[in-house]
């Protein structure tokens, strides 16, 4: 059964903390990805990786940055940790396929308040 | 800019059909996709659309029209496990990122 585990699934973090958000996939995918998911928003992409130590922006990186030291592993790091920043985060991973075939599969989320 | 459309919210009757709309604008496209979503829980794939016409697993269907930028999906024999948000997503690229549409939520009254 494939797996995509997230370190926690609440986390409640203060103002200018540095937060580390931790995702594991079993299934030696290429791709990862983190998402934050807010309500009317759907998902948007704050950053991906196709390799280890590579990475790409998404659609909103800003006060984001990511580390994929192993193929299975792919960290989301809050830098300084922001009010606008609480929201629901998703980790997903996918293997490259016919091109346009991207199946996800994602993690169980975890969800983020900054006081 | 790039964004996918589908209605916020839809609701239908247990046992009946509902078909969630989804139209898109991307610089790239490669396939749509669908997503389902229970309340607290993760996205889960549905289907996926390269070409024009109509995939069917099970008790869903999903279509695509590339010339209109235009898919659904439709559920039949409606249960009440199926209340959910349903996502719409855009491949846009040869990179395997999606696009997502802000869902649908689908209520279904017994």
């Known amino acids: 059964d494939v797996k995509v585990t997230q370190s926690s699934r609440y986390l409640v973090k203060r103002t200018g903390e540095k937060v580390f958000l931790e995702c594991v996939q079993d299934m030696d995918h290429e791709n990862m990805f983190w998402y934050r998911q807010d309500p009317g928003l759907g998902l948007r992409l704050i950053y991906f990786s196709y390799d280890v130590k590579m990475k790409e922006k998404g659609d909103i990186p800003e006060g984001y940055s990511v580390s994929r030291e192993k193929k299975e592993r792919f960290s989301l790091i809050l830098e300084s940790a922001s009010t606008n920043q609480t929201s629901m985060y998703l980790c997903?991973?996918?293997?490259?396929?016919?091109?346009?075939?991207?199946?996800?599969?994602f993690g169980p989320g975890t969800r983020l308040t900054v006081l | 800019g790039q964004s996918l459309e589908q209605p916020s919210e839809v609701t239908a009757v247990e046992g009946a059909i509902v078909q969630i709309n989804c139209t898109y604008q991307?610089?790239?496209?490669?396939?749509l996709s669908w997503y389902q979503q229970h309340d607290g829980g993760a996205p889960t794939f549905l289907s996926y659309?390269?070409l024009d016409g109509l995939e069917e697993t099970g008790r869903f269907s999903s279509f695509l029209s590339r010339s209109d930028s235009y898919g659904y999906l439709l559920l039949q024999e409606l249960q009440m496990k199926d209340s959910a948000s349903y996502f719409c997503?855009?491949?846009?690229?040869?990179?395997?990122?999606?696009?997502w549409g802000a869902g649908t939520k689908l209520i279904i009254k017994p």
């Open positions: 997903a991973s996918s293997s490259p396929g016919l091109a346009g075939y991207n199946e996800q599969f």
């Open positions: 991307t610089s790239g496209f490669y396939g």
């Open positions: 997503a855009v491949n846009r690229g040869s990179n395997y990122q999606l696009i």
């Open positions: 659309n390269g």
